[in-house]
């Protein structure tokens, strides 16, 4: 299960349109042929959740996310009964009459009321091959969730009381994110091989914009990438992602913008800045300024 070699990792991403470094490849290389959870941690929009895309794409496996929540808990996070259905058989035995409680009981417990979430998803076969378990945002849960997962992915199992213990033929590929809005307990963090997912520079990330975005021009996608780098660099309450950047170089396609201006950047600052403090911040002169550091540094950027 996995890739050859690390080159053969960069490779099967960028052919998903995913541009990885040597750092990201390796330890997704290491975690598939280990069988190690992989726990990626980083910013918001640095690119932590489409690799688990990718990754399903490259290997042709399904992709089961469970998107993480303050208040999760294991119940939700692997089944639950049809209760409606369930009622609906109740009514059906009590309208027929004679019905024998302790075979109702059983046939309303039984797989044909079970409704499967993510993690229990992920522990049954896949003719494709294991899936992709994508636990993403772990850190907007709570330690007893935490505590929870430590058991099913060492064991790669989870326990149904009316059903028994189901464990996986084949352990799924585990990918776990993290925006660090608080610290995931080290106990989780040591099953799995860690990486951080940092902004990429300004060479990685146009090469991510031209395979996501190839509509736009180079001297276009030049722009766009130079302003969101030194956009990063200022005082701001939360900086764009890679995220951003693609979405704002759509949005400058969807006006028909050609080359950046002051007036086009104050226009679309809401396709990379999400706070009212950072836009207001960014307009004015503020753009202005940011082109014209861009334009004194022009030879600096890739031709």
Not at 17 to 39: D, E, I, N, Q
Not at 65 to 92: H, K, P
Not at 175 to 193: F, G, M, P, Y
Not at 273 to 293: F, H, P, V
Request: contains cysteine; negative net charge.
């Amino acid at each position: 299960m996995g890739f050859a070699t690390i080159d053969a990792v960069q490779e099967a991403l960028s052919a998903q349109g995913y541009v990885c470094g040597r750092g990201l490849a390796t330890v997704v290389f290491l975690s598939l042929k280990l069988g190690r959870p992989l726990f990626l941690e980083g910013e918001a929009g640095t690119g932590k959740t489409e690799i688990a895309k990718a990754i399903a794409a490259a290997l042709g496996r399904r992709l089961i996310r469970l998107q993480c929540y303050e208040g999760l808990d294991a119940a939700s996070a692997v089944y639950e009964w049809n209760f409606t259905a369930q009622m609906i058989a109740i009514r059906t035995a009590e309208a027929q009459g004679g019905a024998d409680r302790d075979a109702l009981k059983v046939e309303l417990f039984s797989p044909d009321f079970l409704i499967e979430r993510p993690l229990l998803q992920a522990m049954r076969p896949d003719p494709a091959g294991a899936p992709v378990l994508l636990i993403d945002e772990i850190d907007r849960t709570d330690e007893p969730f935490e505590a929870f997962l430590l058991e099913a992915l060492s064991d790669f199992q989870v326990t149904i009381p009316e059903l028994g213990t189901i464990k996986a033929d084949a352990p799924p590929i585990v990918i776990l994110t993290s925006n660090r809005t608080r610290e995931v307990h080290d106990a989780l963090k040591r099953r799995c091989l860690y990486h951080w997912v940092d902004y990429p520079d300004l060479d990685r990330e146009l090469a991510i914009l031209q395979a996501r975005v190839p509509e736009a021009s180079a001297s276009l996608s030049r722009a766009v990438v130079a302003f969101v780098q030194r956009l990063r660099a200022e005082d701001l309450f939360k900086r764009p992602g890679v995220a951003e950047t693609i979405d704002w170089a759509k949005c400058l396609l969807a006006l028909d913008v050609i080359e950046l201006s002051p007036e086009v950047i104050a226009d679309t600052l809401g396709a990379i800045l999400k706070y009212q403090d950072d836009i207001q911040r960014l307009q004015g002169s503020e753009a202005k300024r940011i082109l014209d550091q861009i334009a004194a540094s022009a030879p600096a950027l890739p031709r």
